[in-house]
T-cell receptor
Framework: NAGVTQTPKFQVLKTGQSMTLQCAQD?????MYWYRQDPGMGLRLIYY???????DKGEVPNGYNVSRLNKREFSLRLESAAPSQTSVYFC????????????FGSGTRLTVV | AQTVTQSQPEMSVQEAETVTLSCTYD???????LFWYKQPPSRQMILVIR??????QNATENRFSVNFQKAAKSFSLKISDSQLGDAAMYFC?????????????????FGQGTILTVHP
C-alpha cells in the first residue's frame, strides 16, 4: 500500500545508546518531516527536508541528526539517547511545500531508560 | 513564529449529540491553511478538515464543520451527530501558505490536542 513506512514501531533504549529511525515513502513526495509527540505538547517539528538534498532544523532539533538518503528515505538519528527523548516519533511527507495533502507514518514509540 | 492553542485538554459528548472543539492561533500572516487532524488509539494521523484563510466560507465535511473567525484568529471544529468512532485525540494545525519564493517549506504547527470521549 502506498504511504509512509516507519521502522521500528517500538524501541527501548538505554541512556547513551544510539539508534536510527527509518522513514520511507513511495508516493514520489519531495518534502519530508520528522515530528515528536509528547503529552500536552502536541506534535513538534524536529527536522525537515523540503526537497531531496536539503535538510533543515525545526523547533526541537537538539540531540538529533537527519539524513535525506534519497527522495524516498529520510532517517532520524539519536547519537546518545537521553530520557528526555522518550516520545512518539512521526514521519510525514507531502508532494511539495506548496501542497497540503500530508501523509503520516504510523509512528515509532521510543522509550529511553 | 506562529503558535496554536487548544485550551480544552479533554472534552466529552453523548452519542448523537454535538460537540465543539476550540482552537486559537497567533500569526502575523494574512494567508495560511488551518487543519484539524484526528488521532485514534492506533496513532494514525487522519485529516478531518482543511480551511484556506482566504476563503470566507467555512469548510464542511459531512458531520464535521468549522467556525473560522479570521479576525479573532479562532478555528473551532463542530462534530454533529457524534459517533463512538469519533472518540480520539484531535489536533488543530497551522501552515503558512507557500507562494513562489515562500519559505514556510510546508511546516505544520500543531496545538496541544484535545481528547474527545464519546459516551454511548
Amino acid at each position: 500500500n502506498a504511504g509512509v513506512t516507519q521502522t521500528p514501531k517500538f524501541q527501548v533504549l538505554k541512556t547513551g545508546q544510539s539508534m536510527t529511525l527509518q522513514c520511507a515513502q513511495d508516493m514520489n513526495h519531495n518534502s519530508m518531516y520528522w515530528y515528536r509527540q509528547d503529552p500536552g505538547m502536541g506534535l513538534r517539528l524536529i527536522y525537515y527536508s523540503a526537497s531531496e538534498g536539503t535538510t533543515d532544523k525545526g523547533e526541537v532539533p537538539n540531540g538529533y541528526n537527519v539524513s535525506r538518503l534519497n527522495k524516498r528515505e529520510f532517517s532520524l538519528r539519536l547519537e546518545s539517547a537521553a530520557p528526555s527523548q522518550t516520545s512518539v516519533y512521526f514521519c510525514a511527507s507531502i508532494r511539495d511545500p506548496g501542497s497540503y495533502g500530508y501523509t503520516f507514518g504510523s509512528g515509532t514509540r521510543l522509550t529511553v531508560v | 513564529a506562529q503558535t496554536v492553542t487548544q485550551s480544552q485538554p479533554e472534552m466529552s459528548v453523548q452519542e448523537a449529540e454535538t460537540v465543539t472543539l476550540s482552537c486559537t492561533y497567533d500569526t502575523s500572516e494574512s494567508d495560511y491553511y488551518l487543519f484539524w487532524y484526528k488521532q485514534p488509539p492506533s496513532r494514525q494521523m487522519i485529516l478531518v478538515i482543511r480551511q484556506e484563510a482566504y476563503k470566507q466560507q467555512n469548510a464542511t465535511e459531512n458531520r464535521f464543520s468549522v467556525n473560522f473567525q479570521k479576525a479573532a484568529k479562532s478555528f473551532s471544529l463542530k462534530i454533529s451527530d457524534s459517533q463512538l468512532g469519533d472518540a480520539a485525540m484531535y489536533f488543530c494545525a497551522y501552515r503558512s501558505h507557500t507562494n513562489a519564493g515562500g519559505t514556510s517549506y510546508g511546516k505544520l504547527t500543531f496545538g496541544q490536542g484535545t481528547i474527545l470521549t464519546v459516551h454511548p
